[in-house]
């Protein structure tokens, strides 16, 4: 079964920028859609980000550019740039399929944007 590993997270201030990474425990056969997902405490898991098989994206109005969404060419790697963060970008990043698998859920990542 694959399995996802989030990194990349860490504290920055307003306005700064960081890279998540999603990398597999092997590579994902077959057609699917990505996505990045977010979590802060107290509220509802949110979809930010997905990717298709083909590489087509799409984002929720709330990252809409400032955010990007990639893959590597082996799809064992994904990644999110995130440009021009906010204090309300704040929570823990999670990839999984779309819809996610129940059995893909990993650790997540904790993003903290604070001054």
């Known amino acids: 079964q694959v399995q996802l590993v989030e990194s990349g997270g860490g504290l920055v201030q307003p306005g700064g920028s960081l890279r998540l990474s999603c990398t597999a425990s092997?590579?994902?056969?077959?057609?699917?859609?990505m996505g990045w997902f977010r979590q802060a405490p107290g509220k509802e898991r949110e979809l930010v980000a997905v990717?298709?098989?083909?590489?087509?994206?799409s984002y929720a109005d709330s990252v809409k550019g400032r955010f990007t969404i990639s893959k590597d060419y082996a799809k064992t790697t994904f990644f999110l740039q995130m440009n021009n963060l906010k204090p309300e970008d704040t929570a823990v990043y999670y990839c999984?399929?779309?819809?996610?698998?129940?059995?893909?859920w990993g650790q997540g990542t904790q993003v903290t944007v604070s001054s």
């Open positions: 092997e590579r994902i056969p077959g057609l699917f859609v």
């Open positions: 990717i298709t098989n083909g590489g087509e994206t």
């Open positions: 999984n399929r779309n819809p996610p698998r129940a059995n893909m």
